[in-house]
């Protein structure tokens, strides 16, 4: 059925042994069974032909039919009988006519006798008496034992004469009684005889009490008479042998374990499974991917798989009674894991009859097997049971209609709800099921109220915002089929919009567009709160709202928005919502005015550590802004001039989040740390902070990555220390893929930041190039451009001044003052400080910019400026720390060198 073969060599030597010892004189017999498909067929054609090619050997095989009455008896004897070397005076007889007269003289010994009328083989019989006797041949009355001995007898014969044979007979499932004592007979020659016997049958047959082949079988074992060979599933190694044939693909073990997942290895359905993947490659692929993506596409159409797994299954399946079949759908419905409790609260059945007749199924074989389960399973007073592979359960859950399907979803989901309310801690596993059944049975408000709560209680331990953000997606799912009504679905609808934005941030993606995308989704929950009409409610919104603004529109659009909801939310009436809001409009006003947005943080977090409701507040929400601010706070003190405090601050919020297992929250301190590191003249200890945050992720930032701004960020910071290090190759490699990267995020919060740093590497590479500075002032200067309009005072600063040594490069002096003066402007107009800016380095490059133009005073002026701002930061440090920042960091020794200064 199925032309796989692969990993078999173990079974093949069995029997090639057993061909071996026939060719030798010593008979054996072995028994090969498995299910439908399951690779018997492709195992017997590969040992036929080694077998074929031992000198002396002759093989001989037949298949049993379906046909079982009176015109069948001994038919695959009779077929092996036909098919032994005839006398040469026998060559002109038919095959039936051969053995007719090779038999009479044995047969009509039988004749009259009493008994019933032999079933099978009549026509034989017949032919024999007629042609020796005068006998009536209705008149054969069987002693069956008789026959059998005198057929096996002949064949016997036929190997004394011609030599060591090997009988194989495929099919034997569908063997008849009288044939099995023929063999029986036969087996009972052995070892003596160089015969060999192989039996090919299925599994199945042990479910059927009364096949005629079970009793033989058990004989044979009984009596050590016969081995048995039984398939399985292939193992990892031969389905990753097998997609490398069928594929050409090299071993990938997450596709070998999703399709061993999918089939348990199962040949026949390996093989179509793998066939529905290279159609689909061949018509419909116009992205040009991969097979091994292709291989873990939940949408490949499953209808021809589906119509395969009945076929391996009918047989099954046609042995068992209804209600075991309504037990085991049902089954299916829970998954491809499920507890027998479940399954007998949705079934209405007893607790007995259920446990029994999943042990009997699961002895019988085909469907489930018992597996140990999670602990908490025990609890549940539960066996614990998987179907053998996902289309087996696949196949049962489709024998339902949708409606029953929902239904059963539901008595499922109502079975767990009952099982969890003993737990003080319900098992997660337990929890995320009872969520799917509420939501495929229909229960789309009891879907989102669950998986929101599920999603809370996560978000508040801290330890995987992105399952956090998985469950909130699902609970979003569930509310979009539910109406707006501006009450309890639409206050969900915000509350739920909330906690997924914010603890998915560092994944976010842009959109150009008002209707997709995160921005999309903070309208939608403005919308949900104006609906309610709930001031609190509306100020939340307006919260989030203001926060997507920052990195969809820029800054100036998002403080309007924070500054409007601030106005509106009474810091002591709700101190909760003044936190949140406060919080975010201080650490965005800081891009523009680092002093009033710290001063609005400080304010913040004093609020944090004075109000109860925050103090003790259980949430999540509150809790992830709590640690934004204090990093905010950390970042912002690197740029107040006190790098020091910064590193306090930062190393303090980083070690508390990885006691906490917070991965998901990691990004932003570890970035930020590493600034710090880099502003410090600490360059090993940033790129170790930096290859850790890149580590946290597996976004590579590739075409085919979904990207991500907070990867483009630690990229790009790889690429400045190693322009750092005069290591431009390096550096311009990274640069430019973080740029691709940020850009394709569409965050309008991180890309000038990039941009920036990669214009800062094409000044500063090594040799210098025309080229590259030109490339530089175009890039620095749409940067500009673009910062003025989203009105990001800090990059559009750096950018200014980047557009200015870029000029001067070129020997365009004035127009690299006028550049350079529009980023002094820019920074003194903002209070002579701003986040991300090296106030140092703006005045030593406008200095070098004066002194170009013949304003040695003014440069001189500027020079000493760039000397306090250095001076001024290093108050904070001592011994080595202040030493490595005066002579490490190439600013300061720059802007010490113009002056002359040793220290």
Request: some cysteine.
């Amino acid at each position: 059925m199925t032309e796989i073969f692969v990993n078999r060599e173990r079974e093949q030597q069995q029997l090639l042994d057993m061909a071996t010892a026939v060719a030798g004189g010593t008979g054996r017999a072995y028994c090969i069974e498995g299910p439908v498909g399951i690779g018997k067929t492709a195992l017997l054609k590969a040992f036929q032909e080694r077998a074929a090619t031992m000198p002396g050997l002759r093989i001989s095989k037949v298949t049993c039919h379906g046909q079982i009455g009176a015109e069948n008896s001994y038919g695959p004897i009779i077929d092996l009988l036909a098919l032994q070397p005839a006398p040469r005076s026998a060559q002109r007889w038919t095959r039936r006519r051969r053995i007719a007269t090779d038999l009479a003289p044995d047969l009509l010994e039988l004749v009259p006798v009493a008994g019933t009328v032999l079933k099978l083989g009549t026509q034989l019989i017949k032919d024999v008496i007629k042609e020796h006797s005068e006998a009536d041949p209705n008149a054969l009355i069987g002693q069956v034992g008789r026959v059998a001995q005198i057929l096996a007898g002949a064949l016997l014969r036929a190997v004394v004469v011609h030599g060591p044979t090997l009988l194989i007979i495929d099919d034997a499932e569908r063997i008849d009684p009288s044939s099995c004592i023929v063999l029986d007979y036969l087996a009972q020659a052995l070892p003596s005889a160089p015969l060999g016997l192989v039996l090919v049958h299925r599994d199945s047959v042990w479910a059927a009490e009364q096949h005629p082949l079970i009793g033989l079988l058990r004989t044979w074992r009984s009596h050590g008479l016969a081995r048995a060979i039984r398939l399985e599933g292939l193992p990892d190694t031969a389905v990753g042998e097998y997609l490398r044939q069928q594929l050409n693909l090299p071993h990938d073990e997450a596709a070998v374990r999703g399709l061993q997942d999918l089939t348990a290895g199962h040949p026949l359905l390996l093989a179509q499974y793998v066939t529905l993947v290279r159609d689909r490659q061949e018509a419909d692929n116009p992205e040009g991917r991969s097979p091994a993506d292709m291989l873990t596409d939940p949408g490949l159409p499953e209808g021809p798989l589906l119509d395969t797994v009945e076929t391996v299954l009918s047989e099954r399946l046609a042995l068992l009674d209804p209600a075991t079949i309504r037990l085991l759908v049902i089954a299916a419905t829970q998954g491809r894991l499920f507890l027998s409790a479940v399954v007998q609260e949705a079934s209405g059945l007893s607790r007995e009859e259920v446990l029994e007749r999943l042990y009997e199924v699961e002895e019988r074989g085909g469907f489930i097997q018992a597996v140990p389960g999670p602990e908490w399973a025990a609890d549940t007073r539960s066996d614990c049971y998987q179907f053998q592979h996902a289309l087996v359960q696949r196949s049962l859950y489709a024998r339902q209609s949708g409606q029953l399907r929902r239904d059963r979803h539901l008595a499922v989901a109502e079975a767990i709800d009952r099982l969890l309310r003993p737990f003080a801690d319900p098992p997660r596993d337990l929890l995320l099921d009872l969520g799917r059944h509420y939501h495929l049975g229909g229960a789309m408000q009891s879907a989102a109220r669950h998986n929101y709560r599920m999603a809370l209680d996560l978000a508040h331990t801290g330890s995987s915002y992105a399952e956090v953000a998985a469950l909130c997606s699902q609970a979003m799912n569930a509310l979009q089929r539910l109406p707006s009504d501006g009450g309890d679905n639409d206050r969900l609808r915000v509350s739920t919009l909330e906690l997924l934005l914010v603890t998915s941030e560092t994944y976010w993606e842009a959109s150009d567009s008002d209707e997709s995308g995160i921005l999309r989704l903070a309208v939608e929950a403005a919308e949900a709160a104006d609906r309610v009409g709930d001031p609190p409610l509306q100020a939340r919104a307006g919260f989030l709202y203001g926060k997507i603004l920052l990195h969809t529109r820029g800054a100036e659009a998002s403080l309007n928005v924070l500054a409007d909801a601030l106005a509106r939310t009474g810091k002591e009436s709700d101190p909760v919502n003044w936190f949140l809001i406060a919080a975010e409009y201080g650490a965005q006003l800081t891009q523009s005015d680092l002093v009033r947005g710290m001063a609005m943080m400080h304010e913040a977090e004093e609020l944090l550590h004075l109000a109860p409701q925050l103090r003790d507040a259980q949430d999540a929400v509150v809790r992830l802004i709590a640690d934004q601010l204090e990093q905010h706070l950390g970042i912002n003190h690197l740029d107040a001039g006190d790098p020091h405090g910064a590193q306090v601050r930062l190393t303090a919020v980083l070690e508390r989040l990885q006691a906490r297992g917070a991965t998901d929250q990691l990004q932003p301190p570890l970035n930020y740390l590493a600034q710090t590191r880099i502003a410090l003249g600490d360059l090993m200890g940033a790129q170790e902070l930096l290859d850790e945050a890149i580590g946290l992720t597996d976004r590579s930032g590739a075409d085919d990555s979904p990207p991500s701004a907070w990867h483009a960020y630690q990229v790009a910071l790889l690429g400045h220390v190693a322009m750092l290090r005069n290591d431009t190759e390096t550096a311009l490699e990274r640069l430019r893929a973080s740029v691709d990267e940020v850009d394709r995020s569409g965050i309008v919060s991180i890309a000038p930041l990039v941009h920036n740093y990669l214009a800062e590497a094409l000044l500063e590479a090594h040799p210098a190039d025309d080229r590259r500075i030109a490339e530089a002032e175009r890039l620095a200067a749409q940067n500009a451009a673009d910062c003025r309009r989203a009105g990001a005072a800090r990059s559009e600063v750096v950018a200014w001044s980047l557009v200015a040594r870029a000029r001067l490069a070129q020997g365009r002096l004035q127009e690299a003052l006028q550049a350079s003066a529009i980023a002094v402007e820019i920074l003194e107009d903002s209070g002579g400080r701003l986040p991300t800016v090296s106030v140092e380095e703006i005045y030593y490059h406008h200095a070098k910019a004066l002194a170009a133009t013949g304003d040695q005073d003014g440069a001189t002026r500027f020079l000493e400026r760039a000397w306090q701002e250095i001076q001024y930061k290093a108050v904070s440090l001592t011994g080595p720390a202040r030493r490595r920042f005066l002579d490490n960091v190439p600013i300061n020794r720059s802007v010490a060198g113009a002056l002359g200064h040793n220290e």
